[in-house]
């Protein structure tokens, strides 16, 4: 009698053949990766980084995760991780200031130069921003300050709570300028119109703010109403490029990074237009880079279309220095935004821990590489955050020295009367 | 008899003609000129500006120097007043300040970038230093601070006197790189090398001094051994590019300037060799543009051969930016070097009236030219004074904010351990 042959165990004959593969694979990552001291993890396959002892395991579902890392980390890590086809096993942040750092000094995707060059037309410019922004309050509430301040707080020292270093933030910006009573500012991008609304409350200014997003526009207008203000501060449902008058002071936090290079010299039109020649002064606060570099393909794709962070010399370069504004004053807050993401990273985390992040699990895990990268990309120096204060070339009005910014007082003296 | 026809009397034939051609050259200047609001003088003509009243009067002795104004006022003013043929009735730097403000909008010389684009080879780079600084300490001991720093002073108010300013200065620098008993320092450019032997006798440190002036290295020598610094401080007459080895901070105050943007790359390498990588940190103090310009023509010409002030823009871009050193912090002290440089005048005014300026006219008129149009050049904003601080990318030693350099103790607390 002719026995069947028994089918072949293939988790038995090929178990190695495939262990093969995944080891090959993870070693080719490694050294892509190298010096990162990452672990890589696939199947029963494990790999330690060419150097230094792993301070976090990358754990793959699927070996596709594994090649697209392989072929080009900053495009496909971001989705992988949001579809959970990789785990970090470790510290989070530790594990992506250790990618960065590996990365930031290979060279950039040959082709990223494309992304960046799409001028924003102002439509465009409104669909980005809606695409972000208009997430819905609540969202953003669920981690922010109570004040709803979206970008680098001011911790005067490190243990400062997130709610008073986003106020000292306000004054920092208000006192480099030195805004006095009845002097008149506008805003470019003002989000949930708290500085707006604190330049009016606490130094007395007449401020127009200018910002896309309706919903937070509406926001602004209501609390504005709701504390008295509005009759000093006038909310405005536009782009900056609809700013016209004459203004003591121009601010802008946040928006920069956002217009896109082909606009800077558009924006310091609009800025040097609005300001006025003798007396005026302006602050942009904006994320930037040491060097002129795409941002992360990614963060670009599924945080903030459009966006740009530009090197201080592309500023000065192309916004400022066409219309002759002269940078008074520069101050480079890195750390401090490391410092914002950890807050409000901590405060997301527990949101999430007590299922108030609404929406699908790969929007949450989205959320959280997002936040998480941005420490990682603040620690390590991808990332800057740049205040500069500057004033038309000519103007005599900047202060003697910075000392007053650190003295009880107003802030600095702009326009002093000259002895 | 015939009577012999008298010589027709050609002063007073001519003379109206004379005059006609004299107002027509000076109403082509002040056309040329305005906005400036300056009268010019010719013979017996006379032409105000076309609107305002005048603050200062051109009293011209010849057509030539009124013909050079209108051809090129950039290229031919130093000359001419310098030989005595253009004279200033009224305050000399208002005239000058009118003049620049009026200049700074036209289009500059159109072959003027061709003075700047050959780079300073080593020996060029000599060569432009011995021009200027080899002219004899005896020289600018008139007419500077008794230590003879020869850079922008730092007044903590506008009454301070220049010696304490440039101590002030001095400290203000050591204070923003926060240095520490013990510490290595290298600067580039140390003039009598008044800064390195502060650094050492002030704050402990240990100081390589690069300068390619001989006459001022001797100086500096015999001053070190004097005080007895010689064993902390080394002075090396050579070329910045000589710099070997890592410090803790590099220090370069007005060397910058006269480096040539072709050698900025070059520069930003030494910078980046000489830094420790996690510690390290620099200081560039420099004269600057609001946007890239070449440098007044007659100036480079007569006083600084070679010399390039550049927007900040290309200091980040060139120098910074291809060795990813990241700014920290810009301050410009524009207002201080026009104070400077009226101490520096009045100074230099009383050693000439009291006939201790020796050499000719033309000199002591030329270098007058030079301290005042300087001074209106810092007054009008067409030259600016920045002080870059910088670290390279990552490193995490920078100072929490700028607060301890307004506060009493050693200034800004670098690489503190982090908590």
């Not at 090929?14 to 080891?23: E, I, M, S, Y």
């Not at 400062?160 to 004054?171: I, N």
């Amino acid at each position: 009698m002719a026995t069947a042959r028994p089918a072949p165990d293939r988790s038995l004959v090929d178990a190695p053949a495939v262990d093969k593969l995944d080891g090959l694979l993870l070693r080719r990552l490694a050294a892509r990766m190298d010096p990162a001291r990452l672990r890589y993890a696939l199947g029963r396959s494990t790999v330690d980084p060419p150097q230094g002892s792993p301070v976090a395991t990358l754990r793959f579902r699927d070996r596709r995760a594994v090649l697209g890392l392989v072929l080009d980390p900053e495009e496909h890590f971001g989705d992988a991780y949001a579809e959970g086809r990789i785990e970090i096993e470790g510290d989070l942040v530790a594990a992506l200031e250790a990618a960065f750092c590996a990365l930031s000094d290979a060279p950039a995707n040959p082709l990223a130069w494309l992304y960046t060059r799409v001028p924003n037309s102002l439509r465009r410019a409104r669909a980005n921003v809606h695409h972000h922004y208009d997430l819905g309050n609540d969202f953003y509430a669920l981690w922010l300050d109570e004040q709803l301040l979206y970008t680098c707080a001011y911790f005067e020292s490190p243990d400062q709570s997130l709610e008073d270093a986003q106020v000292a933030k306000m004054d920092h910006v208000c006192r480099k300028i030195g805004l006095r009573p009845g002097e008149s500012v506008v805003e470019a991008g003002c989000g949930w119109g708290a500085l707006a609304l604190h330049m009016a409350r606490r130094y007395g200014a007449r401020v127009r703010a200018f910002n896309v997003s309706r919903e937070q526009v509406a926001w602004a207008r209501a609390r504005a109403r709701r504390e008295g203000l509005d009759d000093r501060v006038e909310f405005v449902e536009d782009d900056y490029r609809a700013i016209r008058g004459r203004f003591d002071a121009f601010v802008s936090v946040g928006m920069l990074e956002h217009v896109g290079r082909r606009s800077f010299r558009e924006l310091g039109g609009v800025i040097a237009r609005s300001l006025d020649p003798s007396r005026g002064r302006g602050l942009l606060h904006f994320i930037g880079r040491d060097r002129p570099r795409p941002l992360n393909a990614w963060i670009r794709r599924n945080i903030f279309p459009g966006a740009y962070p530009p090197a201080l010399a592309e500023v000065d370069r192309d916004v400022l220095g066409p219309k002759r504004l002269v940078v008074v004053d520069v101050e480079n807050l890195r750390p401090h935004y490391a410092l914002t993401l950890r807050h409000w990273r901590e405060r997301y985390e527990r949101a999430a821990a007590e299922a108030r992040v609404g929406r699908d699990e790969r929007f949450r895990r989205a959320w959280r590489l997002y936040l998480a990268g941005s420490e990682a990309a603040f620690l390590t120096g991808s990332l800057q955050l740049f205040q500069v204060v500057f004033a038309p070339c000519g103007a005599s009005g900047a202060p003697w020295t910075r000392r007053g910014l650190y003295e009880d007082g107003p802030g600095l003296a702009w326009n002093a009367p000259t002895s």
